[in-house]
């Protein structure tokens, strides 16, 4: 019986190598060069923004917010100011993967795109802001392309700004008040306020049940 016995044993310390491989083998976690988790971040939903880029739903908790404060500037021109919370820009050569929290700003006016931000301060030209009122949006985005989203909706918020007639040199004056939105409702409040949070673009006076918080 004693050859049974070593065929025993030499079948446990098979099983033995291969619960070790398996619990050695790679997982989907790894850590970029700067010890951050790339390890795959959120659920990619087949729904999409204007743009057609799909959304990449996170937690509420923890999730990344925007703000925006649109101010009048000289020459006709407007001052945009982000402020963002979980959420850090990436350099202009980051890698195209979504890393959690990381990411940059597409910026609209009327739903068109403006630019793409890797800080918090803008200048709007005034030729994109003729007469009228208008809708600044600040959305975010991971560096794979994919809007960041919390609960099916982009993570964005968006400020009204009124621009008045035509100044002596051709530009629209810009109003002496600009708005800005409450979180999760677009509205054309002229206080100043910047908000942060998801904005469910419906329009009208923030609801109750606003998502992130104003000030």
């Known amino acids: ?7 025993l044993a030499a079948l446990a310390v098979c099983v033995l190598l291969l619960a070790g491989s398996v619990g050695c083998g790679t997982s989907d976690a790894h850590e970029d060069r700067n010890g951050e988790s790339t ?4 659920k990619v939903l087949d729904d999409t923004d204007q743009e057609g880029r799909h959304l990449r739903e996170v937690e509420k908790k923890g999730a990344p917010e925007v703000g925006i404060e649109v101010q009048p500037d000289s020459g006709g021109t407007w001052d945009v100011r982000l402020s963002v919370h979980h959420f850090r820009f990436s350099a202009t050569d980051a ?10 700003v597409s910026l609209y006016v009327d739903d068109r795109p403006v630019t793409r ?8 030209p ?18 794979d392309g994919t809007a960041w989203a919390v609960k099916g909706r982009p993570v964005q918020s968006t400020a009204d700004i009124t621009a008045s007639q035509p100044s002596p040199s051709g530009t ?12 999760t409702t677009d509205t054309t409040d002229t206080t100043g306020m910047s908000a942060s949070g998801i904005d469910l673009r419906t329009r009208g006076r923030g609801s109750p049940d606003r998502v992130g918080k104003a000030s």
């Not at 019986?1 to 065929?7: A, E, K, N």
């Not at 005034?126 to 600044?136: D, I, K, S």
């Open 126 to 143: 005034a030729r994109l802001v003729p007469r009228g009122t208008h809708h600044v949006t600040a959305r975010l985005y991971a560096d």
């Open 172 to 183: 629209a004056r810009p109003s002496a008040m600009s708005g800005a939105s409450t979180g």
């Open 95 to 104: 890698e195209r993967r979504a890393v959690a929290g990381r990411g940059y």
């Open 1 to 7: 019986m004693s050859w049974t016995r070593g065929l």
């Open 117 to 124: 931000l890797r800080s918090t301060a803008y200048r709007l």
């Open 39 to 42: 390890s795959p971040v959120g």
